[in-house]
T-cell receptor, first 113, second 109 residues
Framework: DTAVSQTPKYLVTQMGNDKSIKCEQN?????MYWYKQDSKKFLKIMFS???????INETVPNRFSPKSPDKAHLNLHINSLELGDSAVYFC????????????FGAGSRLTVL | KQEVTQIPAALSVPEGENLVLNCSFT??????LQWFRQDPGKGLTSLLL?????REQTSGRLNASLDKSSGRSTLYIAASQPGDSATYLC????????FGQGTELSVKP
């Protein structure tokens, strides 16, 4: 019974397309996150939501738009995909927005051609 | 701006060796430091969390230390096994989690 699940696991698409990655957690956590891991393995936070409200919004192009319909879901929509968007995107959750242990999903590998 | 550095970037050891992975951070104003493990094609698994008021945490063959004043943490792995092969990441929490680049560990049978 997966705690944090992301779909799709792999996504290959052309430049200029719009795509979405979905994330769901069944842990009852209040806070969810999106991280991006680039080809050099650096993991950087993109967004964080606490109870459906945006609390962290790093310097991310506005082509990236997170949406949290409820506290168990945090989806990431990307418009006008560019080559540099190719990366592994990780969703994570934590009990609240304080200093907590994060539970990560398995990642979604996005390849933009 | 917080920066987290991990040394070495890669490490290969024979099975059974004890080893130390290093993590340093530039801003000592942190709530905690965490060590994660990442297997190829998988997500991250939290190994140990050290609160800013603590000096170390232990879990099985793993021991993590924290010296906040010097901005350093070490992850000690005793009696390494091939199953320990993975990338180990440290991350500091100071409002948001900032990750190091990771140390890729390979334990040879």
């Amino acid at each position: 019974d997966t705690a944090v699940s992301q779909t799709p696991k792999y996504l290959v698409t052309q430049m200029g397309n719009d795509k979405s990655i979905k994330c769901e957690q069944n842990l009852g956590h209040d806070t969810m996150y999106w991280y991006k891991q680039d080809s050099k393995k650096f993991l950087k936070i993109m967004f964080s939501y606490n109870n459906k409200e945006l609390i962290i919004n790093e310097t991310v192009p506005n082509r990236f738009s997170p949406k949290s319909p409820d506290k168990a879901h945090l989806n990431l929509h990307i418009n006008s995909l560019e080559l540099g968007d190719s990366a592994v995107y990780f969703c994570a959750s934590s009990p609240n927005s304080g200093a907590n242990v994060l539970t990560f999903g398995a990642g979604s590998r996005l390849t933009v051609l | 701006k917080q920066e987290v550095t991990q040394i070495p970037a890669a490490l290969s050891v024979p099975e059974g060796e004890n080893l130390v992975l290093n993590c340093s951070f530039t801003d000592s104003a942190i709530y905690n430091l965490q060590w994660f493990r990442q297997d190829p094609g998988k997500g991250l698994t939290s190994l140990l969390l050290i609160q800013s008021s603590q000096r170390e945490q232990t879990s099985g063959r793993l021991n993590a230390s924290l010296d906040k004043s010097s901005g350093r943490s070490t992850l000690y792995i005793a009696a390494s096994q091939p199953g320990d092969s993975a990338t180990y990441l440290c991350a500091v929490e100071g409002g948001k989690l900032i990750f190091g680049q990771g140390t890729e560990l390979s334990v040879k049978p």
